[in-house]
């Protein structure tokens, strides 16, 4: 799995993108795909093991497109990038180094601005970011984090993420104890709603297993469950874990882990997501993890992302102007496989100004509850909402959404 480097100095940090079981999930997912009809509708009605969604969000509503903001801003926040964000979203992500420069550590940072955000929107629930395999400076409890924590190869050799920083080995119990503290303390400290775990399905790429062996790669990866349903613990129940991620149907078990409440889908149509039977197993992970308990964050792109050759050094302006103009895709793809509690994230990045921040036509319009799930013929489908008529087609990559 390649993994993407930068993130704009720390905050661009795409995750890996594991082959791992990538076509046993995709046969299984085909396998749906031509199953007879009673058994998609079957699919489409099984029932949630817990109703989760509506417990951590109980004032979710389909007027709008539920949006999830999900960035990062080392500087200090303006009172319109503020006003932005909470009247357009009620799910925020915060990330690594977001406040650093302004308020001396991400963790005072993210307090900070979840304060003012609240004081505009009392409704909006705001995620604390930790990376949960990627030791991520900028943090003030890094402090405390102890050396012997590390990962270490087979060798004995520092394990790293691709960028040179130093991965922790939650398979090392303490650690566990320390991550989940971190996160529980910076919750409640500033009065935040819950938790994005990020960089889950690096655990499991190959090139980790030929530095660890497999034993150790899988006691590494049931370190990290046991971790987060720690943290859940120590947070409350009424606290959120959203984590990063599954896709192209691939990592579903993370839905079967405890300390997780919410899953992303990080890199839709991006990347090395992109065949229609990929989109096809996304969006019906979708429903999978509502059938579960749990909910979805889709993120969708514009077609490109911020460090792409042939956009990295055009203006802002024209990158905005372009995502615009692409947004019909993603969010149409989105609305065929949105279930209670999921959210639209949309950008071609992770910084404040990488398309997150920035409105869209679309979203503002009036959509109104789906009158029943989506049908499906082939690699198209289509979907009614109060507001909106949806059609897909995932192997043309043409979509239409007719606003009412």
């Not at 929107?121 to 012997?148: C, D, I, Q």
């Not at 090139?207 to 046991?226: I, M, N």
């Not at 009036?366 to 059609?391: C, D, M, N, Y």
């Amino acid at each position: 799995m390649v993994e993407i480097m930068n993130r704009s100095s720390v905050l661009q940090d795409g995750p890996s993108r594991a082959n791992v079981n990538r076509r046993d999930a995709l046969r299984t997912f085909t396998a749906l795909l031509l199953a007879p009809p009673a058994a998609l509708h079957a699919t489409e009605e099984a029932k949630p093991e817990s109703n989760r969604a509506a417990e951590l969000f109980p004032g979710f509503n389909w007027d709008r497109v539920p949006v999830n903001i999900h960035f990062g801003k080392r500087g200090p926040m303006t009172d319109a990038e503020l006003d932005f964000v909470a009247s357009h979203s009620e799910l925020v992500a915060l990330e690594k180094s977001h406040g650093v420069e302004a308020h001396g550590s991400t963790e005072r940072g993210i307090a900070e601005t979840a304060r003012q955000l609240k004081q505009r929107n009392p409704r909006v629930k705001v995620l604390f970011y930790f990376n949960a395999f990627v030791n991520w400076p900028g943090y003030a409890a890094l402090a405390t984090y102890r050396p012997e924590w590390t990962l270490r190869s087979v060798q004995g050799d520092i394990v790293k993420h691709p960028s040179g920083t130093p991965r922790p080995d939650p398979s090392h119990p303490e650690f566990r104890e320390w991550w989940s503290e971190v996160v529980a303390q910076a919750v409640k400290n500033g009065h935040l709603d819950g938790l994005f775990a990020d960089a889950l399905p690096q655990s499991r790429s190959p090139a980790l297993t030929r530095l660890l062996g497999p034993e150790k790669q899988s006691a590494v990866v049931d370190g990290l469950r046991q971790m987060l349903e720690l943290a859940k613990r120590k947070m409350g129940p009424a606290r959120i874990v959203l984590a990063n991620g599954i896709r192209a149907g691939q990592h579903l078990d993370f839905l079967d882990w405890a300390g997780i409440d919410g899953v992303m889908i990080e890199h839709f149509d991006a990347f090395e997501s992109k065949a229609p039977e990929q989109l096809k197993a996304d969006l019906d992970s979708m429903t999978l993890a509502a059938a579960k308990g749990k909910f979805v964050a889709l993120k969708g792109w514009p077609g490109f992302a911020w460090m792409d050759p042939e956009v990295k050094d055009a203006p802002r302006q024209e990158k905005l102007r372009l995502a615009r103009e692409r947004i019909t895709f993603p969010l149409a793809c989105f609305l065929i496989g949105a279930q209670p509690g999921c959210h639209f994230c949309y950008a071609w990045g992770y910084t404040e100004s990488a398309g997150g921040l920035d409105s869209y036509a679309e979203l503002e319009r009036p959509l109104g509850p789906p009158k029943a799930q989506a049908i499906w013929s082939g690699w198209t489908a289509s979907r009614e909402f109060a507001h909106a008529s949806v059609w897909i087609d995932l192997e043309t990559k043409q979509a239409r959404i007719d606003w009412k």
